[in-house]
T-cell receptor, first 114, second 118 residues
Framework: GENVEQHPSTLSVQEGDSAVIKCTYS??????FPWYKQELGKGPQLIID?????GEKKDQRIAVTLNKTAKHFSLHITETQPEDSAVYFC?????????????FGPGTRLSVLP | GAVVSQHPSWVICKSGTSVKIECRSL??????MFWYRQFPKQSLMLMAT?????????EQGVEKDKFLINHASLTLSTLTVTSAHPEDSSFYIC??????????????FGPGTRLTVT
């Protein structure tokens, strides 16, 4: 089955700097890769996602890149702000009707220092 | 759009009692809902997948008689923790898939329910 690894487990950056979180997956059939932000005591919030037919996607300060050959995808946050501090989870999944559910990475705790 | 609610947001119950958690999709029809469990500082662990009108599919190691899931309508799924014990204390999160999106895989998560069993 699918296995998703995520690095680093913790990340501290100064406000205004960029943050990069990387995930690798094992199943070449996976083709949907969402990123979730989870604040303390709350449910995960989808912040960006990417499909296998796209190499990069950007939404304001957040971008995701996908390298299908190497089976890894990364979250890039530019101009970080204190409110970006949270736990970020990546996930991998296949097309729904193939019955594949999300497999989550272990998470990255991002701290943005003012 | 794509809002999922959960009720209650937190609950404290005594050991041996049962607790029901509701998950609702507020602005879309959720043909499939998922229940996750999350321990402190850990990732989300899928417990079961439920499709409207059919029995839930439980992940390996999850006791179906202990965690009863009902998905009676396209907007509501419930998780009942029966005969709860302190080790069932956890953060329970549901998610829903928008049935209108065809083969799309997006899942939208609820805010979670913190269960504490004393």
């Amino acid at each position: 089955g699918e296995n998703v690894e995520q690095h680093p487990s913790t990340l501290s950056v100064q406000e205004g700097d960029s943050a990069v979180i990387k995930c690798t997956y094992s199943d070449s059939a996976s083709n949907y890769f969402p990123w979730y932000k989870q604040e303390l005591g709350k449910g995960p919030q989808l912040i960006i996602d990417i499909r296998s037919n796209v190499g990069e996607k950007k939404d304001q300060r957040i971008a995701v890149t996908l390298n299908k050959t190497a089976k890894h995808f990364s979250l890039h946050i530019t101009e970080t702000q204190p409110e970006d501090s949270a736990v970020y989870f990546c996930a991998a999944s296949g097309i729904w009707n193939y019955g594949q559910n999300f497999v989550f990475g272990p998470g990255t705790r991002l701290s943005v220092l003012p | 759009g794509a809002v999922v609610s959960q009720h209650p947001s937190w609950v404290i119950c005594k050991s041996g009692t049962s607790v029901k958690i509701e998950c609702r999709s507020l602005d879309f029809q959720a043909t499939t809902m998922f229940w996750y469990r999350q321990f402190p500082k850990q990732s989300l662990m899928l417990m079961a997948t439920s499709n409207e009108g059919s029995k839930a599919t439980y992940e390996q190691g999850v006791e179906k008689d202990k965690f009863l899931i009902n998905h009676a309508s396209l907007t509501l799924s419930t998780l009942t923790v029966t005969s709860a014990h302190p080790e069932d204390s956890s953060f329970y999160i549901c998610s829903a898939r928008d049935g209108r999106l065809g083969l799309s895989s997006e899942q939208y998560f609820g805010p979670g329910t913190r269960l504490t069993v004393t």
